[in-house]
């Protein structure tokens, strides 16, 4: 697997991804997708849509405001509970996140959970302990400031509130003030009434939403893996409590063949992890994890949570709105269970850049070595399925025929024409962004409307007939 650098200098290149506000000199961690990126992210979604949703009658799909009722985020306890203990170092005056701290202490001393448990720290979890605790244990255990390796001065943990915030309305106030969503699943739990009223779904059913989640992240970092803007996909599943423990497993499976067989991870970068009980969030009976090997550590790309029914009892006590299920079978009444698969697009797209990209040595036609940039997207995930190349660009037949073959497919993929300069330049340049097939058409194709199709990964060259193109490329 190839260095975040050569990824980054690699999507910048070849119009993937743009640092976000680049003239002014770039906007800290914001990352702005190009026409490949765009189109890469666009088939990402369009492939866990039609595998969650549009393959599957027991759910249904919805785009929610970004912007929701404040209350929402009182009652799901995001208000009280989401945000980061931040510590300084006074004599640096930098900042570093205390829970980051302790899990990086318990990874590099090889340390177990009961090591720490003098410090009144039993868990990793943020919300189990206290700031106190945390400095305690910092104060003991990291008398160096892990960047300077110099003895370091500890402030108190502080809360830093990981919600952004804006105003509804011309008067900036407090009673104004209005959050951006740091998750889509809560407008889900916010509308369950009204599916269940205006739509036919009955438990056990899925909603699943695709959208832009905001985060003021103390630790941005590393590309689109940390960022303050990004994008997630999640479903939440409703079900009966005594079905919840079979759909996790189910929902689990689902999930492992997806990144498998679907997205077609190689098998040593990905692996499914169970959290222990003291990990667990404060509302979690369960949680499943999908991680990628990105080049620092494997991170996480997906989880699965077992929510209990505390979304809906939440909101339900918040609101005054009944959120009960009654079975039209049995009659009874009860408040679901959650099911939570939560996928992070943005940092999908990442982990299928480092899958996919590889340089390649190889012997060219005049029996010299070169090097390629080879990107071996899956052929669903490409951003271009095929690129048309008419061999001589002033041979108005061949024009002729290329264009009509670009016209044609483009009904069915995204097709690339490109008729600029050696033919070999041309096959690099659909190398470097991860075209699966170069259709090459030359003087023979106008004489007997065959063309040549090179395969981007044996670069291998076979003839076929253009009526035969579509189902070979599809
Ligand atoms: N509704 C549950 C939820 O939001 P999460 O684990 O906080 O759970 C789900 O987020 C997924 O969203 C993560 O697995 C990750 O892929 C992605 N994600 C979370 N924070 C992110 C960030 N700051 N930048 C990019 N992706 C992020």
């Known amino acids: 697997m190839f260095g975040l650098e050569t990824i980054v200098a690699w999507a910048k290149r070849r119009w993937f991804v743009y640092p976000g506000s680049d003239i002014y000199g770039w906007l800290a961690n914001a990352w702005d997708y190009g026409p490949y990126g765009v189109q890469l992210k666009k088939n990402i979604q369009d492939i866990w849509r039609k595998t969650f949703i549009e393959k599957r009658d027991d759910m249904v799909w919805l785009d929610a405001q970004i912007l929701m009722h404040p209350k929402t985020w009182e009652a799901s306890w995001h208000v009280a509970w989401f945000n980061d203990p931040l510590i300084d170092d006074k004599n640096t005056w930098e900042r570093f996140r205390a829970d980051k701290l302790l899990e990086d202490l318990i990874h590099q001393k090889n340390y177990t959970l009961a090591d720490l448990e003098q410090y009144w720290v039993s868990n990793l979890v943020p919300e189990s302990r206290t700031f106190e605790q945390m400095k305690a244990c ?3 255990e990291i008398p160096h400031n892990p960047n300077t390796k110099k003895p370091a001065d500890w402030t108190d943990v502080r809360k830093f509130e990981l919600m952004f915030y804006t105003y509804q309305g011309v008067i900036h106030d407090e009673a104004n003030k209005i959050w951006m969503r740091p998750e889509t699943a809560q407008w889900i739990f916010v509308n369950f009434r009204n599916i269940l009223d205006t ?40 079900v009966k409590e005594t079905d919840a423990p079979a759909f996790f497993k189910q929902r689990q499976e689902e999930s492992m063949k997806f990144w ?43 989880w699965i949570a077992r929510r209990g029914n505390f979304d809906l009892t939440q909101h339900q006590e918040a609101s005054g709105t009944s959120m009960q299920y009654s079975d039209p079978v049995t009659g009874e009444r009860y408040l679901p269970h959650v099911i939570e698969p939560s996928f992070g697009l943005s ?13 390649e040595e190889y012997i060219d036609w005049n029996g010299q070595q070169q090097t390629r940039v080879v990107v071996r997207f899956p052929k669903r995930l490409a951003p271009v399925r095929c690129a048309i190349l008419p061999l001589i660009k002033k041979d108005e ?14 009904d069915h993929v995204i097709c690339e024409y490109d008729d600029g300069g050696a033919i070999g330049k041309r096959y690099r340049r659909q190398d470097e962004i ?41």
Not at 399 to 405: R, T
């Open 199 to 238: 739509t036919r779904m009955r438990v056990p059913f899925g909603i699943g939403q695709i959208g832009k989640a905001f985060r003021n992240e103390i630790t941005p970092w590393n590309f689109l893996y940390r960022t303050r803007e990004f994008e997630q996909m999640e479903i939440e599943y409703f």
């Open 347 to 359: 940092r999908t797209v990442l982990a299928v850049f480092f899958d996919s990209y590889d340089e």
């Open 260 to 302: 498998q067989e679907v997205m077609q991870f190689d098998q040593a970068h990905i692996r499914f992890r169970e959290h222990e009980a003291d990990e667990l969030s404060h509302y979690s009976k369960g949680t499943f994890d999908v991680e990628f090997s990105y080049p620092w550590w494997w991170g996480e790309l997906q």
């Open 138 to 140: 910092i104060v003991a």
């Open 397 to 410: 037949k061949q024009v002729a025929l290329a264009e009509s073959l670009y016209s044609s497919l483009s």
């Open 434 to 474: 991860g075209t699966p097939y170069c259709i090459t058409i030359d003087h023979q194709s106008t004489e007997d409307g065959t063309v040549t199709v090179r395969d981007r990964d044996s670069m291998k060259q076979i003839r076929i007939h253009c009526d035969d193109l579509l189902a070979f490329i599809l």
